[in-house]
């Protein structure tokens, strides 16, 4: 039996991110993150934009999946 010649596989060429791209949308991100996690965890109404708990309210069953106590 003879093998058949099988076509060479093309060659894969990763792009590199040069990090001065990168950079501004990783900050962007962790600043978003970090806003998330302060409305879920320490959030309770006081200092919101939205007067009264709406805030609260919304991320109230969040705060106990994570184990945060509001109440």
Known sequence: MS???AAPAPSIEIPSIPLAQLAPW????????VLVIFFISADQGAISLPAGTAIHEW?????HLLGYPCH
């Open 3 to 5: 093998q058949s010649t």
């Open 26 to 33: 990783a900050l962007f991100f962790g600043l978003l993150g």
């Open 59 to 63: 991320v109230h069953d969040g705060r």
